[in-house]
């Protein structure tokens, strides 16, 4: 009898544990610029809403034909998304790329996996619009900060006129079951699948709650999706369903054979192509 005591008190502490690990993350090191990519790179340090100090790169343009705010993803940073700003600058967009709060260079511990970092893409984005008035702005983010960026826009509407999720989950329970499937197969998802409801009280939050479908459905903006079918952090039945809560605002982008955030990789010049035309089509609208 004692020995089920000793192995589920050594369970519970692999659970929590787990939590641990995945609300206060390993930052990685930024490993690409704009500069490197030889355009314009300005540091920048605002605050979030809720206080928290933010940092990001500025990569401007003298008369942009619109605002481009790029969210990196989960254990990721601003160098994520830094080729996609440098293409956009050929294309006459600006763009601000930032940091989440507990990655790269700022502020904050703990990750809330995309609903306290809304606030983070809520500041870049109220910033974007006191720096160039009048310009359109789009929110685009990768994984988690397709949610952050899809909670931002759900709450206040008038920050942005559209948003492209990049490998986008549609609730929060099946992000983790996919990120530990992704991580460590179906061993590691059946093992750690109780970390969901365990999250709760260190979060602050439901995470059965936490709905990007929801918040597409209420961001009132066009919405562009790109999704690998053979993602297996945020399956396609995920990306599926953000189609569906999109409604006729929302239109999706796949790519064959392409993992989670792949598809800008594997596929660049496609992946492009669809991140230009639904721009374009922004701007004149």
């Not at 989960?74 to 930032?98: Q, V």
């Not at 995309?114 to 974007?128: C, H, I, P, T």
């Not at 598809?263 to 035309?277: I, Q, S």
Request: aromatic share 10%; proline share 6%; net charge neutral.
């Amino acid at each position: 009898m004692i020995w089920l005591v000793v192995v589920l008190l050594l369970y519970l502490a692999v659970l929590a544990l787990a939590v641990r690990v995945s609300l206060y993350p390993v930052r990685s090191p930024i490993f690409l610029s704009p500069g490197a990519l030889g355009v314009p790179q300005e540091e920048v340090e605002f605050a979030s809403i809720d206080g928290t100090p933010l940092r990001g790169w500025w990569v401007r343009h003298d008369d942009p034909t619109g605002i481009a705010i790029l969210v990196h993803g989960y254990l990721m940073n601003r160098a994520e998304l830094t080729p996609l700003a440098a293409r956009l600058h050929a294309k006459g967009w600006a763009s601000l790329i930032i940091d989440l709060r507990a990655h790269g260079k700022s502020g904050g511990k703990k990750s809330s996996l995309g609903v306290q970092e809304r606030f983070d893409v809520e500041a870049a984005a109220r910033l974007a619009r006191e720096t160039y008035p009048g310009a359109k702005i789009v929110l685009i983010g990768s994984s988690m900060g397709s949610a952050a960026s899809a909670f931002a826009l759900a709450e206040q509407p008038g920050i942005a006129d559209g948003i492209i999720l990049d490998s986008g989950f549609s609730r929060l329970p099946d992000a983790v079951l996919g990120w530990w499937y992704f991580v460590g197969g179906k061993p590691l998802r059946a093992l750690l699948w109780p970390t969901v409801p365990l999250a709760g009280p260190f979060v602050g939050f439901n995470p059965y709650k936490v709905d990007v479908g929801k918040a597409l459905a209420k961001a009132e903006k066009p919405v562009l999706l790109i999704h690998g079918d053979a993602d297996t952090l945020a399956n396609p039945a995920q990306a599926k369903r953000n189609l569906e809560m999109a409604g006729d605002r929302g239109e999706i982008v796949w790519f064959e054979r392409c993992g989670h955030s792949e598809a800008r990789w594997l596929h660049p010049e496609r992946y492009y192509a669809a991140v230009e035309d639904f721009l374009e089509r922004l701007a004149k609208a």
